[in-house]
């Protein structure tokens, strides 16, 4: 086994799992320079570092995917759909508009799916979900997901979705900040770009 290898990397700056999900590519730009999913075992990845898959079940999941690469990727590629679909969501509820019911169709369609059967059980001090299926199920990895899209939709943080004010970024989050102020998905990044800019511009002018 090599996929070990080639572990990816993913940023944590969202606040909220689903809007971490779609802070993982560049939406507005043409060029697509950052991306973090490339194939099934991405997924497994993502799960694993965001804390709902153990050691144990990232195996049970690889393993299959290895054995069924048609169906691992038609997995990936609902997931890249979910991704679309989810930073569709919240970056019109960012912008103060509001959904469609065909905005939450695809959303919803995963909901459905009975081999989900999620339960309740404890965990830690508190409560998560747990989610019923094969154990090795590929589409698994979507619906953690999928539910905490669904969490944050009826939730009363729905409010508090932001998303960056950098160029050609797109990137959602969760403002936590005590005024609301929070513009930048990463001010290191971001938000230091628009200030270089800015100081361009003054200096040119
Ligand atoms: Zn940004």
Same mark, same amino acid.
């Given at each position: 086994? &090599?996929?070990?290898? /080639?572990?990816?990397?993913?940023?944590?700056?969202?606040?909220?799992?689903?809007?971490?999900?779609?802070?993982?590519?560049?939406?507005? /730009?043409?060029? =697509?320079?950052?991306?973090?999913?490339?194939?099934?075992?991405?997924?497994?990845?993502? &799960?694993?570092? =965001?804390?709902? !898959?153990?050691? $144990?079940?990232?195996?049970?999941?690889?393993?299959?995917?290895?054995?069924?690469?048609?169906?691992?990727?038609?997995?990936?590629?609902?997931?890249?759909?979910?991704?679309?679909?989810?930073?569709?969501?919240?970056?019109?509820?960012? =912008?103060?508009? /509001?959904?469609?019911?065909?905005? !939450?169709?695809?959303?919803?369609?995963?909901? !459905?799916?009975?081999?989900?059967?999620?339960?309740?059980?404890?965990?830690?001090?508190?409560?998560?979900?747990?989610?019923?299926?094969? =154990? &090795?199920?590929?589409?698994?990895?979507?619906?953690?997901?999928?539910?905490?899209?669904?969490?944050?939709?009826?939730?009363?943080?729905?409010?508090? $979705?932001?998303?960056?004010?950098?160029?050609?970024?797109?990137?959602?989050?969760?403002?936590?900040?005590? &005024?609301? /102020?929070?513009?930048?998905?990463?001010?290191?990044?971001?938000?230091?770009?628009?200030?270089?800019?800015?100081?361009?511009?003054?200096?040119?002018?």
């Amino acid at each position: 086994m &090599n996929e070990h290898e /080639s572990i990816p990397t993913f940023k944590w700056l969202g606040g909220w799992p689903c809007l971490d999900f779609v802070d993982s590519k560049n939406w507005d /730009s043409h060029e =697509a320079k950052y991306e973090r999913f490339h194939h099934y075992p991405d997924l497994v990845w993502w &799960n694993h570092q =965001a804390g709902f !898959l153990s050691d $144990v079940e990232v195996e049970t999941l690889l393993e299959p995917a290895q054995q069924q690469p048609a169906r691992a990727q038609a997995v990936f590629e609902r997931g890249m759909t979910l991704r679309t679909e989810i930073h569709r969501i919240f970056s019109r509820i960012a =912008a103060g508009e /509001s959904l469609a019911e065909s905005d !939450l169709a695809g959303l919803n369609h995963l909901l !459905l799916d009975e081999s989900i059967s999620s339960t309740i059980i404890p965990a830690g001090q508190g409560y998560t979900w747990s989610w019923g299926g094969e =154990a &090795n199920a590929l589409e698994r990895v979507l619906w953690p997901i999928a539910w905490s899209a669904a969490e944050l939709l009826v939730s009363d943080k729905l409010g508090r $979705v932001g998303q960056c004010a950098g160029e050609s970024c797109g990137w959602l989050f969760l403002d936590t900040s005590r &005024n609301g /102020s929070r513009r930048w998905c990463e001010m290191k990044h971001c938000g230091n770009r628009a200030k270089a800019r800015r100081h361009y511009r003054r200096t040119k002018g």
